[in-house]
């Protein structure tokens, strides 16, 4: 299983960033796949998560109206569009691959709901 997470970088405050995240080695399609951040000497955040494009979509309060998340099934692939960031985006960002567990559509939020994980990448914003 690999998670390879791109697209981080240095952006002016207000300024704009599109991170992707490229899965292989499990069926993508059954997975919900997440966005999570983490800043040293704080846990890891829940940022946002999907399942379908048409539904089954969360967000943190956060980055609620500024960030979008995606998903690409044909190719698997997972993206966050970043808007508007600020000082506090900055963090290493990381995807993640959670299993679908029942029936009905649940997005978790919880960083030990996700069983994979990608290696981060860095967004750093400044003033």
């Known amino acids: 299983v690999q998670l390879q997470a791109s697209g981080g970088g240095s952006v002016q405050a207000g300024g704009s960033l599109r991170l992707s995240c490229a899965a292989s080695?499990?069926?993508?399609?059954?997975?919900?796949m997440g966005w999570f951040r983490q800043v040293p000497g704080k846990e890891r955040e829940f940022v946002a998560a999907?399942?379908?494009?048409?539904?089954?979509?969360k967000y943190s309060d956060s980055v609620q109206g500024r960030f979008a998340i995606s998903r690409d099934n044909a190719k698997n692939a997972v993206y966050l569009q970043m808007n508007s960031l600020n000082v506090e985006d900055t963090a290493v960002y990381y995807c993640?691959?959670?299993?679908?567990?029942?029936?009905?559509?649940?997005?978790?939020?919880?960083?030990?709901?996700?069983?994979?994980w990608g290696q981060g990448t860095q967004v750093t914003v400044s003033s």
């Open positions: 993640a691959a959670a299993p679908r567990r029942s029936v009905v559509i649940v997005i978790p939020t919880r960083h030990n709901e996700y069983m994979y």
């Open positions: 999907i399942f379908g494009n048409d539904g089954g979509i």
């Open positions: 080695g499990f069926i993508f399609g059954s997975y919900y």
